[in-house]
């Protein structure tokens, strides 16, 4: 007998604990890029040595893309099943903040997705001598890392959201008893972001 395939529930818990690990990852991967910036810099808080934070940046942003990449492919949907359910739920159960932050993580999984054609093109573009391991190609990729990194840092910040939107809609009885498919709605815009809200680095 075949084993019985996931339902569409199953299969969303499961990406939400993916997203789930991508957020304790990625805080300690900040933590400990931070944590060495502070041992490694003089009281003005300029690095010690230019060269050596150099590589850490760079190590935290590949282990910060690595992390998201397990939930990059999937991101949308999840996304997509959030806005239904807060459009399900009784409006005063709704965290004012949540509409914001979908936007915010639906704008940053866009940029991401350009910057992941970019560096496609431009490793295609690389001579053939260009490997992993070689200045040309780890070079490209450091920069489309780079780039990603404030992206990645706010679905770092954000994700959270994502949690407890599911959460609030499973505890509390939604509008309609009959679940919309994420595909019938629209994205609404992203409405302007609040006074207070202060990217990490």
Do not use: C
């Not at 893309?65 to 459009?87: H, I, Y």
Request: hydrophobic share 40%.
């Amino acid at each position: 007998m075949s084993p019985t395939a996931p339902t569409p529930d199953e299969i969303h818990r499961e990406r939400l604990h993916l997203l789930a690990a991508f957020l304790r990852e990625s805080e300690q991967i900040l933590a400990d890029f931070d944590a060495w910036r502070e041992e490694h810099s003089d009281l003005d808080g300029w690095p010690l040595d230019d060269d050596e934070h150099s590589r850490h940046a760079v190590k935290r942003d590949a282990d910060t893309w690595r992390s998201f990449n397990r939930v990059r492919s999937f991101a949308k949907d999840l996304l997509a099943t959030a806005e239904v359910q807060v459009q399900q739920l009784n409006p005063a159960h709704i965290q004012s903040r949540w509409p914001w932050q979908l936007g915010v993580l639906d704008q940053a999984l866009k940029q991401l997705g350009t910057l992941q054609q970019d560096w496609l093109e431009a490793r295609d573009a690389l001579p053939l001598t260009a490997r992993p391991g070689s200045f040309a190609y780890d070079d490209a990729l450091a920069e489309r890392n780079e780039e990603a990194w404030s992206y990645l840092d706010d679905w770092s910040t954000h994700g959270k959201a994502l949690l407890e939107i599911q959460a609030t809609a499973q505890d509390l009885p939604p509008r309609s008893l009959a679940l919309a498919s994420p595909t019938a709605h629209a994205r609404p815009a992203a409405p302007a972001a609040p006074p207070s809200s202060v990217a990490r680095r």
